[in-house]
């Protein structure tokens, strides 16, 4: 079949790489504009964009596909496009464009977790489970019916961007499975039950405030959920520090406050802070203008200690990035 996918992540490549190394043609690649990035904002492009670049696919770039979009991809003539989170929302008149629709690779197990963030909002909600949905696109945000799944377990340890990386390759195999049943016209189409969705949003530098007041398994969902962007955030001695891994243990509280490092706080076994039921340890951490440091190194280079708390913060944070 002849094919225009939109991608813009790191998200998007095992589909896009799958579909070039099968029996189908990528007849170009739908992106989002290069944006600036990094101290000096230069403008960079998409992973999607490098990726095609590098294989001589051609690359289209719309400010807003439904309005500048419609000429150009109706030239191609697909037969179907695809979409790995692209990032615009389509109008019919580009739905119809080819003859098999617009078919979308959704993280999560439909109707769960529709919208911007499905990944991040299953680990930040503590689930055991999530998947990939291969989905037929309408015009409404992810309402489309379900043509395949496929479900895998989430690791307690596992963060957002570990998770996103797996389920990437899950649906990239899924999907070229999906594009055989459509091109012999055996897919199952299925109705998504409506009532029992959920909507998710982006997640902001202000939802990603540690409170250690609340449990163990809360404050590592939150660590986990918000790695690698845009990063939890806790305030210790006047300094805003990223919290990048946290891990719940087996320890029992103490009687410190919810914040305080706790034994067995030392370089050789780590970095333990009591919460409000439950204690964590604190894998990985940053300071500002510092790397990424275990919380061993942290605690061996008098940055953690134990008997020092964490201050109660407020947005807006103080760490450079």
């Known amino acids: 079949m002849r094919i225009v996918f939109l991608g813009t992540p790191k998200f998007a490549i095992p589909s896009l790489e799958k579909l070039v190394e099968s029996r189908h043609e990528v007849v170009a690649v739908v992106t ?24 001589g696919i051609k690359v289209l770039q719309f400010e807003k596909i439904s309005r500048d979009g419609i000429d150009d991809l109706s030239a191609l003539k697909p037969d179907i496009m695809i979409t790995a989170a692209y990032g615009q929302i389509l109008s019919q008149a580009i739905i119809n464009i080819a003859k098999f629709g617009v078919i979308n690779v959704h993280g999560s197990l439909l ?12 680990v930040l909600n503590g689930d055991s489970k999530t998947g990939i949905t291969i989905m037929q696109t309408e015009v409404t945000l992810d309402t489309g019916d379900i043509l395949s799944t496929e479900t895998t377990n989430i690791d307690p340890h596992e963060t957002a961007g570990e998770l996103s990386q797996r389920l ?39 939802d990603c405030l540690v409170n250690f007041n609340k449990s163990a398994k809360q404050v590592r969902c939150l660590v986990l959920g918000s790695n690698p962007s845009p990063s939890a955030r806790a305030k210790l001695n006047g300094e805003t520090i990223l919290i990048h ?16 490092f706790v034994e067995p706080t030392s370089a050789k076994a780590g970095a333990f802070v009591q ?12 300071f500002p203008g510092g790397k990424i440091l275990s919380g061993k190194q942290l605690v061996g280079g008098r940055k953690f200690a134990l008997g020092m708390s964490f201050e109660p913060i407020t947005f807006p944070a103080d760490h450079e990035e």
């Open 32 to 55: 989002q504009l290069d944006k600036p990035a990094g101290r000096g904002k230069k403008m960079m492009p998409s992973p999607v964009k490098e990726f095609a670049k590098s294989h």
């Open 245 to 260: 891994k946290a891990f719940e243990t087996d320890f029992d509280n103490t009687s410190e406050a919810p914040g305080t």
């Open 275 to 286: 919460c409000g039921q439950g204690i964590v340890e604190i894998i990985e951490a940053q």
């Open 168 to 206: 990437s390759v899950i649906g990239a195999n899924l999907l070229l499975q999906t594009l055989d049943e459509i091109e012999n016209g055996t897919v199952v189409k299925t109705k998504q039950q409506h009532a029992d969705a959920t909507i998710t949003k982006k997640i902001t530098k202000e």
């Open 111 to 122: 109707p769960k977790y529709r919208g911007s963030s499905p990944i991040q909002t299953a």
